[in-house]
């Protein structure tokens, strides 16, 4: 058997997928003193500052996971402060704090250093991620887009949960040696992982399941089963619609009836997961409406159709958090 080369990865956004993302990618045989090494988790102060003290604890369904990394990073000055020189960058932030994110990267001059070679994957809900980053002037090969159907949940600093098991997606356009190292890493654990060179096709699906299940969860205050409820049948119905002839515009042809079962099978098998989007909103923080209803909202536009469902359910998630300062007005 051939050895996989290691790979050193930073997971930029270390929240609750970027933490399960860091388990994920930890190659256990290059430790020292226990410690992780070849992934760095970079976040937020509290949550970095808890996991540097008492370790990453990792609650699976049949078994507690406890995890010590090597290199935790509160921002890009540590990193620079450090021996740490990463081949991938994985992108975990929220869609809104991309230009943040961006502003970072570019102040820190890390891109003319040790990130000048760097694979960056955006690994995000939403869309309109790649077109965001492009504002770096990264070289195509540089840049890939991924998704992921993983439901984790942050409990507390520190503490992920996982809430349902899903597959990870990301486009095909990389080195050989790095997708052996991340596809041997998930599979030691018993996750999915898929490289594929129709990413484009799957980001929508993810965008058609999104846009039914964020914005109802988020609203009724309800676990991912509330998609099945009879009462929502005709809402449901009509986001598909809406989304599905938004999408055709854009030249993704898809039937609304399979769509539709594949929106209700993914509720089905996540029924007890709380969604991004109901977290997001039961904290109090933004959400990633505008990425996913109001991306379709923009494309509508942008095509002169009329999807009201999808306005609807926008407006509401809008006027229910009173966080979210951009809308689909903007770009």
């Known amino acids: 058997m051939c050895r996989i080369r290691m790979t050193d990865i930073l997971i930029y956004g270390a929240g609750a997928i970027g933490s399960f993302m860091g388990y994920l990618l930890s190659d256990p045989r290059n430790s020292s003193g226990g410690k992780i090494e070849n992934v760095a988790l970079l976040g937020r102060k509290s949550h970095i500052n808890r996991t540097n003290d008492m370790g990453l604890q990792i609650y699976l369904p049949e078994k507690r996971e406890l995890l010590q990394f090597k290199y935790c990073f509160t921002d890009l000055v540590d990193l620079k402060a450090s021996d740490f020189f990463p081949e991938i960058v994985v992108i975990c932030v929220k869609t809104y704090s991309l230009s943040a994110v961006c502003d970072e990267l570019r102040k820190s001059g890390l891109l003319q250093g040790r990130l000048r070679n760097a694979i960056f994957i955006l690994l995000m809900n939403g869309m309109g991620n790649r077109e965001a980053f492009d504002e770096l002037d990264l070289s195509d090969s540089q840049v890939l ?12 600093d520190g503490m992920v949960e996982l809430k349902g098991k899903g597959k990870t997606i ?5 080195g ?3 997708k052996k ?6 599979l030691e654990k018993d996750f999915e992982i898929e490289f ?8 929508y699906g ?6 039914v299940i964020n914005p109802i969860t988020a609203l009724t205050r309800r676990e991912n089963g509330i998609v099945l409820s009879s009462f929502l049948k005709n809402t449901v119905q009509r986001v598909v619609r809406e989304a599905v002839n938004v999408a055709a515009m854009e030249g993704i042809k898809r039937e609304e009836k399979s769509i539709m079962e594949m929106v209700y099978s993914v509720a089905e098998k996540t029924y007890g997961n709380t ?8 904290n109090g923080r933004m959400t990633e409406i505008d990425s996913i209803n109001g991306y379709i909202i923009r494309l509508a536009r942008k095509h002169k159709i009329e999807v009201p469902v999808n306005e609807a359910l926008y407006e ?4 229910a958090t009173g966080v979210d300062q951009p809308s689909a007005e903007r770009n």
């Open 145 to 156: 887009e991924g998704i992921t159907s993983l439901g984790v949940k942050f409990s507390e």
């Open 170 to 174: 990301i486009e095909e356009k990389i």
């Open 176 to 178: 050989e040696d790095l």
């Open 181 to 186: 190292f991340m596809e041997a890493r998930f």
């Open 196 to 203: 594929t060179p129709d990413f484009r096709s799957y980001q």
């Open 206 to 211: 993810k965008l058609f399941a999104n846009a």
């Open 275 to 282: 969604s991004s989007m109901l977290q997001d909103m039961q």
């Open 316 to 319: 509401l998630v809008k006027s």
